[in-house]
C-alpha cells in the first residue's frame, strides 16, 4: 500500500484559497481521492481523478470552487480550493487505491485503501 503524505493545511479567512498536495503514491494507482470529516460529522467525498487519465469528479458542494489535478512528474496530486467557506472546516484526507472504481463509487471512502494522516483546514468568517 502507499504512504500518503497529506500537506498544505492552515487557517483562512471566508473567500481564502489554500492548495492541498498529496504525495507517495506509485504508479500502480488508479484513483485519488479526496476526503474531508468535520468535526461530528462522517467522512465525506470531496473530489477525486483517475489517475494518469486525468478525469475529475466533484461533490456538488464543491464543483465550481475545487479543483483536484495531478502532476505525474512529482507523483503529486493537488486539491486547489478557492472561495473557502467556513462549512468547509474539516480534517482533508487523500487517499488511494490500486484498483478500478466504477465513477460512481469514487466518492466513497471504502473503496480506498491506502489513506493519509490528514491536514487541518479551518475557515473563518
Known amino acids: 500500500q502507499a504512504q500518503l503524505v497529506e500537506s498544505g493545511g492552515g487557517s483562512v479567512q471566508a473567500g481564502g484559497s489554500l492548495r492541498l498536495s498529496c504525495a507517495g503514491y506509485t504508479y500502480k494507482t488508479k484513483c485519488i481521492g479526496w476526503f474531508r470529516q468535520a468535526p461530528g460529522k462522517e467522512r465525506e467525498g470531496v473530489a477525486g481523478i483517475y489517475y494518469g487519465i486525468g478525469t475529475t469528479a466533484y461533490a456538488e458542494s464543491v464543483k465550481g470552487r475545487f479543483t483536484i489535478s495531478q502532476d505525474n512528474a512529482k507523483n503529486t496530486v493537488y486539491l486547489q480550493m478557492n472561495s473557502l467557506k467556513p462549512e468547509d472546516t474539516a480534517v482533508y484526507y487523500c487517499?488511494?487505491?490500486?484498483?478500478?472504481?466504477?465513477?460512481?463509487?469514487?466518492?466513497?471512502?471504502?473503496?480506498?485503501?491506502?489513506w493519509g494522516q490528514g491536514t487541518q483546514v479551518t475557515v473563518s468568517s
Open positions: 487517499a488511494a487505491t490500486m484498483g478500478w472504481i466504477p465513477p460512481s463509487g469514487i466518492m466513497s471512502s471504502s473503496a480506498y485503501n491506502s
